[in-house]
């Protein structure tokens, strides 16, 4: 059976990020985490996990179409020049 939950440092071995990051997406809120324990040991919901990377192709997605968009707007006006 596959863990419900992942310990900050899976988190940061399956993005192939610091731990200062994963630290960093919790404390924003942009990584949803819970706080386990007496100790208050975190851990992140697998399916939080593949949200946030879901997440993120989105914002990337949306990014390339900001640029192009600007690229050819920009490419629009110098041939009207």
């Given at each position: 059976m596959e863990n419900?939950?992942?310990t900050l440092t899976d988190v940061a071995e399956t993005l192939n990020i610091s731990?200062?990051?994963?630290k960093a997406l919790v404390r924003s809120g942009s990584?949803?985490?819970v706080k386990i324990g007496?100790?208050?040991?975190?851990?992140?919901?697998?399916?939080?996990?593949?949200?946030?990377i879901?997440?993120?192709y989105e914002q990337t997605r949306e990014s390339i179409?900001?640029?192009g968009e600007e690229a050819h707007?920009?490419?629009?006006?110098e041939q009207e020049d």
């Open positions: 419900r939950f992942l731990m200062a990051q994963t990584l949803p985490a007496g100790r208050g040991i975190w851990r992140v919901e697998a399916s939080m996990l593949e949200d946030y879901q997440r993120m179409a900001l640029v707007s920009a490419a629009s006006d």
